[in-house]
């Protein structure tokens, strides 16, 4: 439990104390915002998603085939951080609507690797397009320089 610091002579706070409740601050204020944001994207990002017949997560499913390539089901969980049977029904469902493909894994003829189908590498680009569009948008009234900050900063914290 933290106990407050003792006032000085004038009633001032240490300046440890000070410097600690600045940071707490400053962090929750970071947590409040990262909060927000977060919901604001989730449903933001559903919205536009959901429009193209996939839910998000098998969005990301798309989009980590597609820059990654070909994966067994198990990597695909480990980069979408899923559980493998959930993955496992993402990517079922995928197969479906015609968006990826199981073949026989290059490395292990006896495992099974995913592929993105033609058609759901054109609906990934659609999605992308759509998402880049609304943040060019949101990027508009700032400087050059600001944007390339608020970018560094989200590629930073997300580490």
């Known amino acids: 439990m933290l106990r407050a610091a003792k006032p000085d002579a004038r009633g001032a706070e240490p300046a440890g104390c000070a410097r600690f409740l600045r940071r707490v601050g400053i962090a929750a204020d970071l947590q409040a915002a990262v909060a927000t944001l977060v919901r604001v994207y989730q449903f933001r990002d559903r919205d536009c998603i959901c429009c193209h017949d996939v839910s998000v997560t ?5 989009e980590t085939l597609v820059e990654h390539g070909p994966l067994r089901v198990s990597a695909l969980a480990e980069r ?6 959930t ?20 490395e292990d003829g006896r495992a099974i690797a995913v592929h993105v189908t033609r058609k759901g590498r054109s609906l990934c680009t659609r999605i992308t397009d759509d998402l880049v569009s609304q943040q060019k948008q949101l990027l508009q009234d700032l ?13 930073r914290l997300a580490l």
């Open 143 to 155: 400087t050059p320089d600001v944007r390339t900050e608020v970018v560094g900063v989200l590629r």
């Open 87 to 106: 993955t496992s029904r993402v990517v079922a469902t995928l197969v479906k609507k015609g968006y990826v493909e199981q073949h026989p894994d290059a």
């Open 80 to 85: 979408l951080f899923l559980d493998k049977s």
């Open 58 to 62: 098998q969005c990301y499913a798309l």
